[in-house]
């Protein structure tokens, strides 16, 4: 998708850098190999490495999703702990090797939650994902969410490992729409540092609407949040700092 111009635009010329782990080696070799051989016009070299500074090198945009799976057993402070020390090192590279642009510009990927309930209203409504108009409350309020929320467990369980064409196409929106900006009149979804916007504690990672232009994010003020809404928002918000309090007990064991 990046190498055919999905998410940079078709103008855009790329180098790819491609990290890895040693035991991943031989198919991120054959990834690359396939890369050279489909002859993207506007790919002009892929780096395949398990080196993480020669991956971070000079890069302009990092997408992080190079992580340890959650596997049957594990606790939550088990696969964080595994993943916040992958993410420090990541960080660290990031931090000496990178272009100044890339580190100081970090999100989170929530878009493809905000897809997926997209596709969720179109399929209710029976009408293409574009459309706006929902006026069942109920289902609203319970089938919608919980469809929304258990759709990678859904995936998971029909095909044995998780999304991963959604997770990659939602990975891509979020970062083309972040770049070349939101299309006119939309927002979308993105996980940004809170500035204390709709009550949510400033300097958490929350998901906002936001709306983008020439890669800078802002985020979509003055909506009415309904006593429903409050609570879903404020439950997250709680969940989310015991999350960040679980990775810096990680950080600093
Ligand atoms: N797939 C989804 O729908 C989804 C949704 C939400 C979050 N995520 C998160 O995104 C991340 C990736 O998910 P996935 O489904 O692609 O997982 P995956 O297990 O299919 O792929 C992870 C890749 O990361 C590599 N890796 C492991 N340790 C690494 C390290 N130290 N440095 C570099 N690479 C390393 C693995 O070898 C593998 O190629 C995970 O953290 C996952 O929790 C995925």
């Known amino acids: 998708m990046i190498a055919r111009g999905m998410m940079l635009g078709p103008d855009q010329p790329m180098i790819l850098h491609l990290l890895d782990i040693e035991p991943a080696s031989s198919s991120l070799e054959a990834v690359k190999m396939e890369l050279q051989d489909s002859a993207f016009p506007l790919l002009k070299g892929v780096i395949a490495t398990t080196d993480v500074v020669e991956a971070c090198k000079d890069v302009n945009i990092a997408i992080m999703i190079g992580g340890f799976p959650r596997i049957a057993g594990m606790e939550r402070k088990d696969v964080m702990s595994k993943n916040v020390v992958i993410y420090k090192a990541q960080a660290s590279a990031l931090e000496r090797y990178a272009s ?4 100081e510009n970090i999100t989170c990927l ?14 209710k409504l029976s009408v293409p994902t574009d459309k706006e108009l929902a006026t069942d ?7 919608f969410i919980t469809e929304v929320q258990q759709r990678g467990a859904a995936i ?6 998780s999304s991963a064409l959604s997770a990659a196409s939602a990975a891509c929106d979020h970062i083309r729409d972040w770049f070349l900006g939101t299309p006119k009149g939309t927002w979308v979804s ?3 540092c809170s500035d204390g916007s709709y009550g949510i504690p ?14 800078s ?4 003020q003055g909506l009415s949040i ?10 997250s918000a709680r969940e989310l700092a015991e999350e960040k309090d679980l990775a810096y007990s990680c950080l600093n064991a």
């Open 217 to 220: 994010w802002k985020i979509v």
């Open 226 to 235: 309904d006593a429903f809404s409050r609570e879903k928002m404020d439950d």
């Open 110 to 123: 929530t878009r493809l939650d905000h897809n997926r309930a997209l596709a969720q209203l179109a399929d």
């Open 190 to 192: 993105m996980g940004v």
């Open 202 to 215: 400033p300097g958490l990672v929350y998901s906002f609407p936001v709306i983008c232009e020439k890669g």
């Open 100 to 103: 100044e642009d890339c580190k």
């Open 156 to 161: 998971l369980r029909a095909r044995k490992q």
């Open 137 to 143: 409350h109920n289902w609203l309020k319970n089938e």
